[in-house]
T-cell receptor, first 117, second 111 residues
């Protein structure tokens, strides 16, 4: 299957600082990538849809000024958690599809564990 | 609004047993259904994708079925092994390309 890579796998930061997470599609181009958040023992919740060359689309309740998304190329999307606080500590996972359309398989990165202290 | 439910939430069986994981969804107008595996602290690994026109899909010891009209899918694991221990998630697309996930079934295979 297609490969989606996230970096870093884990990060610890101080409260008030910003953290950037990268999501790359290694062997395909993705005009759209997705960012999910997962709390312990819970399922994945979509945060936003990242669109190459345009603004991201955020789900209801997700602060776009806090979770900045940039999709500058067809193989890279970044999520920046600005002014992080302990409640932002979570597992963040990105996803992409090698082919556009609703019938195609989605592939996920390995996730990033963010801990804000 | 699409809702996805998985039962049981957790399952523990001895090695070698065959088992079935269940997934149900409220809106039957789906394009496909995807089963994933998630190991602790890791991302998701795609196991099987069933298109809406298909009844089942097989990969090795895994077999997934889909009954759109009743809003159900099952994941059958044959001859379970300790390495199968993980959380299994099912998901269906909603809207443009967004995936809606179930809460997952945490599977433990005991040696």
């Amino acid at each position: 299957g297609a490969v989606v890579s996230q970096h870093p796998s884990w990060v610890i930061c101080k409260s008030g600082t910003s953290v950037k997470i990268e999501c790359r599609s290694l062997d395909f181009q993705a005009t759209t990538m997705f960012w999910y958040r997962q709390f312990p023992k819970q399922s994945l919740m979509l945060m936003a849809t990242s669109n190459e060359g345009s603004k991201a689309t955020y789900e209801q309740g997700v602060e776009k000024d806090k979770f900045l998304i940039n999709h500058a190329s067809l193989t890279l999307s970044t999520l920046t958690v600005t002014s992080a606080h302990p409640e932002d500590s979570s597992f963040y996972i990105c996803s992409a599809r090698p082919f556009a359309g609703k019938n195609t398989e989605a592939f996920f990165g390995q996730g990033t564990r963010l801990t804000v202290v | 609004k699409q809702e996805v439910t998985q039962i049981p939430a957790a399952l523990s069986v001895p090695e070698g047993e065959n088992l079935v994981l269940n997934c149900s969804f409220t809106d039957s107008a789906i394009y496909n259904l995807q089963w994933f595996r998630q190991d602790p602290g890791k991302g998701l690994t795609s196991l099987l994708l069933i298109q809406s026109s298909q009844r089942e899909q097989t990969s090795g010891r895994l077999n997934a079925s889909l009954d759109k009209s009743s809003g159900r899918s099952t994941l059958y694991i044959a001859a379970s092994q300790p390495g199968d221990s993980a959380t299994y998630l099912c998901a269906v697309p909603e809207g443009a390309q967004k995936l809606v996930f179930g809460q997952g079934t945490r599977l433990t295979i005991n040696p």
